[in-house]
């Protein structure tokens, strides 16, 4: 694998890594949330339920805008939004500025899988595309499993808004980092995925 491939799959698959990182740093944290903000397990779910379907129409958006625009930067900017979201949560002091921020992470994360897929259709040769696919897939597995590792020690050696500003401070960093690399990177898309996508999209109903 070319170096440049290479170092295209490390940052897309840190990216998604932090993705999910930032996703899974608020459930790992709600216990201890409520000691200091009043939360009824209804609003609990209200709160789960808006970051699911905000990503949901997210997603669908995301994934038209990459077509048109290209994929850079609204991962780039996707993971921004997301690593905002975490950094003003910890910031809340009620469950409406709690949904707020909610709904910002939902826009952030349903920016990324799409763009994600289309960066990496593009980039990868198609022999290399199955591995590609499953070297970021388990990055963003992997993220949600380490997410609670991390922040509940911090929580519990200082707070719990300590913890959500150190948690989206790096999440911030790494789409900095997306944005220099993944929109400087210079390699010529796959000839051979290219073709794949060109008659996928023929051989589909146009939207």
């Avoid at 939004?81 to 910002?104: D, G, H, N, P, Q």
């Avoid at 922040?151 to 900095?176: E, H, K």
Wanted: aromatic share 8%; glycine share 8%; hydrophobic share 50%.
């Amino acid at each position: 694998m070319k170096r440049t491939l290479l170092l295209i799959l490390v940052i897309i698959s840190l990216g998604h890594f932090m993705n999910h990182v930032a996703l899974g740093v608020l459930p790992a944290l709600f216990p201890i949330i409520r000691r200091d903000i009043p939360l009824s397990y209804t609003e609990m779910g209200m709160l789960g339920t808006a970051v699911a379907l905000i990503a949901a129409i997210t997603n669908y958006l995301s994934g038209r805008l990459a077509d048109k625009k290209g994929a850079e930067k609204i991962l780039a900017g996707g993971l921004t939004v997301l690593s905002l979201a975490v950094l003003v949560t910890a910031y809340i002091k009620c469950f409406l500025e709690f949904l707020v921020t909610r709904i910002l992470e939902g826009i952030g994360s349903g920016s990324w899988h799409p763009p994600a897929a289309t960066y990496t259709a593009k980039k990868f040769p198609k022999k290399r595309l199955g591995f590609a696919f499953s070297i970021q897939g388990s990055a963003g597995i992997v993220g949600s499993a380490v997410a609670p590792l991390f922040v509940v020690p911090l929580a519990a050696i200082y707070n719990w808004r300590v913890s959500l500003l150190f948690s989206g401070g790096i999440v911030l960093l790494v789409a900095i980092i997306l944005l220099f690399t993944l929109t400087r990177t210079d390699i010529v898309e796959a000839d051979s995925c290219n073709n794949t996508i060109d008659n996928y999209s023929r051989s589909n109903i146009e939207m």
